[in-house]
């Protein structure tokens, strides 16, 4: 379990069930835990859209207030936690939900004319 920076003011959580990722609380009762490789995956989007760094943050917390109990889960076919109840979203789904885009760069072509 590991205490990120980004949730300290949060109510951390002991699942005795899960060793993987870490569980907060808010002041309103909804709880959420942050998977490791999510937090990862969050982190890139920081590094490639710092300024979108804190919408990410803001929808995350909206998203765990509205729904009460959310796994920010890295790798959608291969949770880390499995739970009753909650609903599992990836960090692409919640910039998207942000309006947090990251496009490909575009390379040229090999190809000519």
């Known amino acids: 379990m590991h205490k990120y920076d980004e949730w300290k003011d949060k109510k951390i959580l002991i699942d005795l ?6 569980c ?3 002041d309103d009762g909804s709880i959420f835990y942050i998977e490791p490789q999510f937090y990862t ?6 590094m490639l859209r710092p300024e979108g760094y804190q919408a990410i943050l803001d929808k995350m917390d909206e998203i765990v207030r509205k729904n009460k109990k959310v ?7 291969y949770p880390l936690i499995e739970k009753e109840g909650f609903i599992y979203l990836t960090a692409i789904d919640v910039a998207d939900q942000a309006k947090v885009i990251v496009e490909k760069e575009s ?7």
């Open 71 to 77: 796994i920010f889960q890295g790798d959608e076919e």
């Open 24 to 26: 907060y609380e808010n």
């Open 41 to 46: 995956y969050l982190q890139g989007y920081k």
């Open 17 to 22: 069930a899960n060793r993987f990722a870490t």
């Open 107 to 113: 390379r040229p072509s090999d190809y000519g004319d």
